[in-house]
């Protein structure tokens, strides 16, 4: 049967899907969807999956799409980040038996996705992109979808869609932010830039951006006309979002924790979940905010939930008549609502800055050099810095390493080919040698299966024995039996 494509794909595969929980690392797996799905999402996708690592690690392969068979987690779309059309393919081809379609990131803005240069630092790359899309709009039995991020541009983000849709896209998901809009910089989603994309394109389009409630997905179709808004941190604060719910926090984290016992994650997961529905309480009470980032089981987080529960309970209880939110917010803190992620001059005010541009701090750029005053360090950094108060960030105090003569990694100290690990296995094995520094011993098993070799030749029969003998001395005459 010939795969669907464009609008048949999203009509009949994807059953007409309008409401999408986007992708999210970490964050979006099985026990997350399936709570999703059962309070009003139709599609979802799972976390980005890193193409080559999927390919080579079965352990990977297992933990994020192979485990349990869950029937109700359809449609689902599998999202990978990849820069080689080969390997993208046949990380791809490994996954299709288990999805609807795949997705090729082309969105993520972040630094890990520059380091390893996939996702949206991919966006000028056309003549790859679409090597990439051709093989495997080829190759696969599902169709090839794309979620990507707008060029400050209109028209080159159209021409952009366009050249997406010839190479062979079935789908397309037009994030309304460029890839510098992020974290406290993200600012306004351009809807505009989506419109003029879904007019410019025949295949089927998802918009991203700005969706906190349900009234928003509304908005969004009606003023763009795409087939179906996808939310990532809406979603996050309330699964209920496409119910056009803001339920109690504490009935969606229970729910939540019940899927988890079920379908398991990491514990990392669930605490970020948990962490994200319980926002604005944990403002309130920071003491279980430390001990939900301290608790190591589930059943110390399902103790931790109940807590919070019993706390807004009996806020609830106290509460007077009349009483209305605090801190600005549209419902009480025990409702699930939406995040309203700080801007640059917010976030300078809560840190005591001026709010002037000297004073605005985004998330740190690669190159930019940290120093060890703890005024200026990542959230994750000053946790390492009360763990260990000795702890320097200045990279003028980092140890310098000898680099590998071949690939230039820091080579292992004892290496006896002063090479990395990796160069030092193909080289040892290539010769046939040891590195003791590195634990790999080719020459030492090699020389042993050799001995247990022979010594399995003696054991087997005498006549084998002499055989083996002739091998490695003189060679040994064999008589017939009664000869003298």
């Known amino acids: 049967m010939p795969k669907l494509r464009g609008e048949a794909f999203w009509r009949e595969t994807l059953r ?84 609807d379609a795949i997705d090729l990131n082309l969105g993520c803005p972040q630094m890990i996705a520059k380091r390893g240069h996939y996702g949206a630092f991919l966006q000028e790359e056309w003549d790859l992109l679409q090597r990439m899309i051709l093989l495997a709009n080829e190759k696969l039995s599902v169709p090839i979808t794309c979620k990507i ?71 969004c179709i009606r003023k763009t006309g795409v087939h179906g808004v996808m939310s990532a941190e809406g979603n996050l604060h309330n699964p209920a979002l496409f119910e056009g719910r803001n ?40 003491q279980l905010r430390e001990e939900l980032a301290k608790v190591k089981t589930l059943e110390g987080i399902v103790d931790v939930n109940r807590e919070l529960k019993l706390r807004c309970q009996e806020e609830i209880a106290n509460q007077k008549e009349g009483e209305k939110p605090k801190e600005g917010l549209p419902f009480f803190h025990w409702i699930c609502q939406p995040y309203i992620r700080p801007g640059p001059k917010e976030r300078c005010k809560e840190n005591g800055a001026s709010g002037t541009e000297k004073g605005v701090r985004g998330k740190r750029s690669l190159e930019e050099e940290e120093d060890g005053n703890s005024d200026h360090l990542s ?14 960030f200045d990279p003028s105090l980092k140890p310098k390493y000898a680099k590998c003569d071949q690939c230039g990694n ?75």
């Open 16 to 99: 007409s899907a309008h409401y999408v929980v986007a992708p999210m690392v970490d964050q979006s797996e099985l026990a997350w969807r399936l709570l999703s799905r059962r309070h009003g999402a139709q599609l979802c996708y799972t976390p980005m999956l890193h193409a080559q690592v999927f390919l080579r690690d079965a352990n990977y392969r297992r933990e994020n799409l192979y485990g349990e068979a869950c029937p109700e987690d359809r449609p689902l779309i599998v999202q990978f980040c990849a820069n080689d059309p080969e390997v993208f393919v046949q990380a791809a081809l490994l996954a299709q038996d288990y999805c």
């Open 149 to 219: 991020r707008v060029f400050p541009d209109i028209d080159k983000t159209v021409k952009y869609a366009q050249m997406l849709e010839k190479a062979g896209c079935q789908l397309l998901t037009v994030h309304g932010r460029t890839k510098e809009q992020k974290g406290p910089l993200a600012g306004v989603a351009s809807w505009e830039h989506i419109q003029a994309v879904r007019k410019a394109v025949n295949i089927p389009v998802f918009a991203n951006g700005n969706i906190q409630c349900l009234s928003d997905v509304e908005e």
């Open 247 to 286: 339920p109690l926090v504490w009935e969606m984290a229970e729910e939540y924790l019940e899927i988890v016992q079920k379908y398991p994650c990491p514990l990392s997961y669930v605490r970020a979940h948990l962490f994200k529905l319980w926002h604005h309480t944990l403002q309130v009470y920071q």
């Open 379 to 392: 959230k994750n950094k000053q946790k390492k810095k009360l763990r260990n108060p000795n702890k320097s």
């Open 410 to 484: 820091p080579k292992g100290n004892k290496c006896v080919f002063n090479m990395c690990r990796g160069c030092c296995k193909k080289r040892a094995f290539k010769e046939t040698a040891d590195c003791p520094g590195h634990g790999l011993l080719f020459k030492t098993k090699y020389e042993k299966s050799l001995s247990w070799q022979h010594s399995q030749r003696g054991i087997q029969s005498p006549e084998m024995s002499q055989r083996g003998e002739a091998e490695v001395g003189e060679p040994v005459v064999l008589k017939e039996a009664g000869e003298s």
